[in-house]
Nanobody, 123 residues
């Protein structure tokens, strides 16, 4: 089993910045692909960004150039840096891990999930 714990959420003004962290514990493998998803009330859980163990990244088109995903394999931690946040990006943000090396944009292909952290962007 893998346990994922997100932190760093909160309230931020539109245009502001924030950084989320996701600490993994338990049965963790450095080569697992990691991803961040978000879910607004009444909406689907959507892919935001993903990273493989080599550091190759994938982003949703809506966040390219504003969000940055990174990982510290030695500390089993993944980060998501937000810049230029928009009110419509208010959501619960989830960290997820796959039993595979390749990043996927499909939430069903991730086996392990954190509890989520709320990010609220005020206008």
């Amino acid at each position: 089993q893998v346990q994922l714990v997100e932190s760093g959420g909160g309230l931020v003004q539109a245009g502001g910045s924030l950084r989320l962290s996701c600490a993994a514990s338990g049965r963790t493998y450095t080569w697992d692909a990691m991803g961040w998803f978000r879910q607004a009330p009444g909406k689907e859980r959507d892919f935001v960004a993903g990273i493989n163990w080599r550091g190759s990244t994938t982003y949703a088109d809506s966040v390219k150039g504003r969000f940055t995903i990174s990982r510290d394999n030695a500390k089993n931690t993944v980060f998501l840096q937000f810049n230029s946040l928009k009110p419509e990006e208010t959501a619960v943000y989830y960290c997820a891990a796959r039993d595979a090396e390749v990043v996927s944009t499909v939430n069903k292909e991730y086996r392990y999930w954190g509890q989520g952290t709320q990010v609220t962007v005020s206008s």
